[in-house]
C-alpha cells in the first residue's frame, strides 16, 4: 500500500495528472486516490517540514546572509521574497475570490528563498485575488517580520568601521518598502537615474532566485504547470508536501539541469511580478536605508566590476 501510495504521489505531482487519470491507470476508485494522496500529502509535510523547513535561528540568519553575499552579491540579505499563483478549477462556492488578474482561479504560495533556492518559509492558500504584498502583509509571516519576533541579528555595517546597516529580504515592486524589505526604485525614480539603476540591477540579480526555484518547483513537480482539479484545502496539502520535497532533494547540479530546461522554456519568473505596484506605508526609515544600500553599491568596497555594464545593456529585470 505505501508504495502504491507514493506512486500515485509522484505520478500526480511529476505529471499533473489528474486523479481520475490515475484512478484508470491503477484501477482504483478516484475518491480512494485522493484520499491515499491527501494523506501522504499529510504525513510528508509533518514528518519532513521539521527536518527541512525549521525555523530560522540567528546562526541560520547569518549563515543565509554571507551566502547571498558570496553568490549573489547582496550583503545583509536574509532572504527573497514573491509569491506565485497555483492554478485551480473554480472551487465549489468559491465565487471571484479565487479569480486573479491573469483571468484564471487560483491560491497563492508565498514563499521566502536562501541563496540556493530552497524554500525556508512559505505561506500558501491565501485567494488569488489578493495582491502578493497584501498577503504577506496580512500573514503570520509579515507580522512576525513587523514585530521583530524572528531572532534577526542585530544591524550589522556593510564594510569595516560603517554604520550598522540592518538585515533585509529583497522584493519586487508589489510589496511596500520597509527597513528590513527592500524593493527597487519606482520606474519613475530610474529615469535618467544611473544610481538608483545600478540599486535596482543589484536587487533584481539577489531576487531573482526566487523566482528560479519557483521553476524549478515547476519543472520538477509538473503538476504545477496545469489547472489543479482538486479543492483549496487538498491544493495546500499538496502545495506543502512538494516544497519539502523540493528542499529533501535539493542538489545544487541538479538544480543546474532544471534551471537549464527553465531557461529553455521562458518559465523563470513565473511569480506576480505583474501586479499593480503597492504604494504606501512607507516610513522615511525605510528609504533612508535603501538609499545607504544605494551608496554602497556604488562605492568602492561595495561596487562590482561588471555591474556598470549590465546596467548600460538594460539588464535590470
Same mark, same amino acid.
Given at each position: 500500500m505505501l508504495k502504491l501510495a507514493g506512486e500515485e504521489l509522484m505520478g500526480d505531482f511529476a505529471t499533473g495528472e489528474s486523479y481520475r487519470s490515475l484512478g484508470f491507470s491503477f484501477r482504483i476508485g478516484f475518491s480512494t486516490i485522493r484520499e491515499i494522496v491527501e494523506e501522504v500529502c499529510h504525513i510528508i509535510w509533518k514528518i519532513l517540514s521539521p527536518i527541512y523547513m525549521p525555523k530560522p535561528r540567528k546562526y541560520d540568519w547569518k549563515k543565509i546572509s554571507k551566502e547571498y553575499k558570496e553568490l549573489w552579491n547582496f550583503p545583509n540579505c536574509l532572504r527573497s521574497l514573491d509569491g506565485k499563483h497555483i492554478n485551480i478549477r473554480c472551487p465549489i462556492k468559491g465565487g471571484s475570490a479565487y479569480y486573479n488578474y491573469k483571468g484564471s482561479n487560483s491560491i497563492v504560495l508565498l514563499a521566502l528563498v536562501d541563496a540556493h533556492y530552497r524554500f525556508i518559509t512559505i505561506d500558501v492558500g491565501s485567494y488569488g485575488r489578493n495582491t502578493e504584498g497584501n498577503v504577506f502583509a496580512k500573514s503570520i509571516l509579515g507580522n512576525a517580520f513587523e514585530n521583530k519576533k524572528?531572532?534577526?541579528? $542585530?544591524?550589522?555595517?556593510?564594510? =569595516? #568601521?560603517? !554604520? /550598522?546597516?540592518?538585515?533585509?529580504?529583497?522584493?519586487?515592486?508589489?510589496?511596500?518598502?520597509?527597513?528590513?524589505?527592500?524593493?527597487?526604485?519606482?520606474?519613475?525614480?530610474?529615469?535618467?537615474?544611473?544610481?538608483?539603476?545600478?540599486?535596482?540591477?543589484?536587487?533584481?540579480?539577489?531576487?531573482?532566485?526566487?523566482?528560479?526555484?519557483?521553476?524549478?518547483?515547476?519543472?520538477?513537480?509538473?503538476?504545477?504547470?496545469?489547472?489543479?482539479?482538486?479543492?483549496?484545502?487538498?491544493?495546500?496539502?499538496?502545495?506543502?508536501?512538494?516544497?519539502?520535497?523540493?528542499?529533501?532533494?535539493?542538489?545544487?547540479?541538479?538544480?543546474?539541469?532544471?534551471?537549464?530546461?527553465?531557461?529553455?522554456?521562458? $518559465?523563470?519568473?513565473?511569480?506576480? =511580478? #505583474?501586479? !499593480? /505596484?503597492?504604494?504606501?506605508?512607507?516610513?522615511?526609515?525605510?528609504?533612508e536605508v535603501r538609499d545607504k544600500y544605494r551608496d554602497y553599491f556604488l562605492s568602492s568596497n561595495g561596487a562590482a566590476p561588471w555591474q556598470y555594464e549590465m546596467v548600460r545593456r538594460g539588464r535590470i529585470n
Open positions: 524572528l531572532d534577526v541579528p $542585530e544591524d550589522t555595517s556593510l564594510e =569595516d #568601521n560603517g !554604520e /550598522p546597516m540592518p538585515y533585509v529580504i529583497v522584493a519586487d515592486e508589489a510589496f511596500a518598502l520597509k527597513p528590513y524589505l527592500m524593493r527597487p526604485y519606482s520606474r519613475v525614480s530610474v529615469t535618467g537615474n544611473e544610481r538608483n539603476k545600478t540599486f535596482n540591477y543589484r536587487l533584481s540579480r539577489a531576487r531573482r532566485v526566487v523566482e528560479n526555484a519557483f521553476g524549478i518547483l515547476s519543472a520538477r513537480w509538473r503538476v504545477f504547470r496545469t489547472v489543479i482539479q482538486v479543492q483549496p484545502n487538498s491544493v495546500d496539502k499538496i502545495v506543502l508536501a512538494a516544497c519539502c520535497l523540493h528542499n529533501m532533494l535539493y542538489r545544487s547540479h541538479d538544480y543546474d539541469y532544471y534551471l537549464d530546461d527553465i531557461n529553455e522554456e521562458s $518559465e523563470i519568473g513565473e511569480g506576480l =511580478d #505583474n501586479l !499593480e /505596484p503597492l504604494r504606501g506605508n512607507s516610513t522615511q526609515r525605510s528609504f
